[in-house]
């Protein structure tokens, strides 16, 4: 029979992390939900909210120090999703950590938009977790067909789902990756059925969900915080709030591995600095003329490799400018400190 830790996604992993001592003077929690005002943590024999303060997201593993909760310590992530945060601040926004599958999910309608996709895809690999597509409202559209093709034209290696999330299907489609101990995340945009199904691989939750607006097939945000649940096979469920803006960060080998053959074919160009457009040699232009590479596929990875490395540098930046702050600021309290001293 499991343990609560076990059930909660205990893995050796983070076993391997914590010595005999710490297992007793903190013991593990993992954060289940994430609030304004603090975190959800559940353990064994533990069910609390502690406050804010702990640089945690959803599905971290902490040490929880009782006394003094602000210093419990987080353990080294099996996986970190994240993205650069909405806004004109420079900042990056935690998504979701250990979690083992994300399935990405679309609506067949105007909400599928394959660009969007490969932001998810290339999240997900980064962190090292399993991405699977999953399409929901085929029964809305004319032709389903026609964005099954689409998605299955991502990637080779990402599984397509198709799906009713009403239905018994979600349970028996996605067992593959929904197993006991595992942890599973539904990411997307608002509307798409991340709820529902949430609830159906669950059978007893009943999260509030609401349809789309028929003039544009947009949703609205039925789930504000990010939240486990654990279904009654043992397996740890997160549901998400929709994301309009998907801005990538640190995701360089994501970026990669999802566009591995532009990619390999990129370091084949005669020159290093290739800039992919009329150089010669450029091995990338060749297989556009040939028809190898489809030209649109390679402008969203020129974009994406662009932003991400924008994003990268502007953060690199705003810390570098944080430490000269920082470091300003001891030089003054050092100053001021000396001049009293004088006096």
């Not at 205990?10 to 297992?23: D, I, M």
């Not at 026609?146 to 349970?171: C, F, H, N």
């Amino acid at each position: 029979m499991k343990t609560t830790l076990e059930i909660l996604g205990w893995q050796p992993f983070f076993a391997q992390q914590v010595s005999a001592n710490e297992l007793d003077e903190t013991p593990p929690v993992r954060v289940m939900e994430v609030h304004r005002r603090g975190l959800h943590v559940l353990g064994e024999n533990i069910d609390t909210q502690t406050p804010s303060g702990v640089d945690a997201t959803i599905g971290d593993w902490l040490l929880l120090n009782s006394s003094e909760p602000v210093l419990s310590r987080v353990l080294d992530r099996k996986s970190l999703i994240k993205r650069r945060a909405p806004g004109t601040h420079v900042k990056v926004q935690l998504i979701a950590a250990n979690i083992d599958t994300a399935f990405i999910v679309s609506s067949c309608n105007q909400d599928f938009n394959v660009a969007r996709l490969e932001r998810y895809i290339a999240m997900a690999l980064e962190a090292a977790v399993t991405p699977v597509i999953v399409l929901t409202k085929t029964d809305l559209c004319d032709n389903p067909d026609q964005y099954i093709e689409e998605a299955q034209t991502i990637s080779a290696s990402v599984p397509v789902v198709v799906l009713d999330a009403r239905g018994d299907e979600p349970k028996s489609k996605l067992a593959k990756w929904s197993g006991p101990g595992q942890t599973v995340g539904f990411l997307g945009s608002s509307g798409v059925g991340k709820s529902t199904l949430v609830n159906a691989l669950s059978e007893t939750l009943d999260i509030a969900t609401q349809a789309i607006r028929e003039k544009d097939d947009k949703g609205k945000h039925t789930t504000t915080s990010r939240q486990i649940h654990i279904v009654a096979n043992g397996c740890a469920v997160m549901d998400t709030p929709g994301m309009r803006e998907i801005q990538l960060i640190d995701a360089s080998s994501g970026v990669n591995d999802l566009f591995a053959d532009i990619h390999d074919l990129s370091l084949q160009c005669r020159f290093n600095d290739c800039q992919h457009q009329t150089e010669p040699g450029c091995a990338i232009v060749a297989a556009v003329e040939n028809g190898i590479i489809d030209s649109a596929r390679l402008k969203r990875w020129e974009k994406l490799v662009a932003e991400e490395r924008e994003n990268n540098t502007s953060i690199a930046g705003k810390k570098s400018g944080d430490k000269s702050l920082e470091k300003k600021s001891r030089a003054i309290k050092k100053e001021n400190k000396n001049d009293q001293r004088v006096r």
